[in-house]
């Protein structure tokens, strides 16, 4: 079982930035995928960005060149950096672990942490 705990989230004006952090319980935390998703009010949950145990990256196209994600495995932390942030990125963050055993794989989720970008 992995716990995830997401913080980092707040209030934030138009063009600003905000960093977001995932702890995470795992024992071995360096072979778990690990993402980030969003979902906002009355919208499914949708990826943002992923990172493999290898430290592949992938992004959806609305966030590319403005989001980063990252981790360091020596803390079991994952993270998300997010610049020129705009109203359509306001929604719930959630931090998700994935464990692929064979040709399937176990999701973990974290309660989630709000973004809100409003002038």
């Known amino acids: 079982q992995v716990q995830l705990v997401e913080s980092g989230g707040g209030l934030v004006q138009p063009g600003g930035s905000l960093r977001l952090s995932c702890s995470a319980s795992a024992s071995i935390f360096s072979i778990y995928n690990m993402g980030w998703y969003r979902q906002a009010p009355g919208k499914q949950r949708d990826l943002v960005a992923t990172i493999t145990t290898g430290g592949n990256t992938n992004y959806a196209d609305s966030v590319k060149g403005r989001f980063t994600v990252s981790r360091d495995n020596a803390k079991n932390m994952v993270y998300l950096q997010m610049n020129s942030l705009k109203p359509e990125d306001t929604a719930n963050y959630y931090c998700?672990?994935?464990?692929?055993?064979?040709?399937?794989?176990?999701?973990?989720w974290g309660q989630g942490t709000q973004v809100t970008v409003s002038s």
């Open positions: 998700n672990a994935r464990l692929w055993v064979g040709l399937s794989f176990n999701n973990y």
